[in-house]
């Protein structure tokens, strides 16, 4: 978390933690593909058509359940705005870095 109130000090901070959100969704991104890709080859090898629809509704169930989880720490920080969305950020790198690592685990 940000020590120093300087308010260059803290709008680079926030860019920064903008820049680890971007390449963490870029992450997030590739092994959702890598993993749809490898659940349509496991559909057309076995004719499991069961896994792409719960995979793809746990994806909706991860965004759902980040957003909620970080807002209501947002709003616990409110009044002050620049706390509450550096607490926010904090949130989504935690849950975006959490979700990649059970991304990357084996289908084996």
Known sequence: MLKGNHPDETRHYIQCLD????????D????????TM???KIKEETGNSQLLPIFQRS???QE???EDSCRWRYLQKMPNATTAA???????IEILENHIKVLQ???N
Do not use: G, S
């Not at 997030?28 to 993993?35: A, F, R, S, T, Y």
């Not at 550096?86 to 989504?92: A, F, P, R, V």
């Open 59 to 61: 994806l909706k169930n």
């Open 64 to 66: 759902r359940y980040l």
């Open 86 to 92: 550096i607490t926010y950020k904090h949130c989504e």
């Open 38 to 40: 490898d659940i349509e």
């Open 19 to 26: 820049q680890t959100i971007e390449d963490l969704q870029r």
């Open 28 to 35: 997030h991104k590739m092994w959702v593909n890598k993993l």
């Open 105 to 107: 685990r084996p289908l």
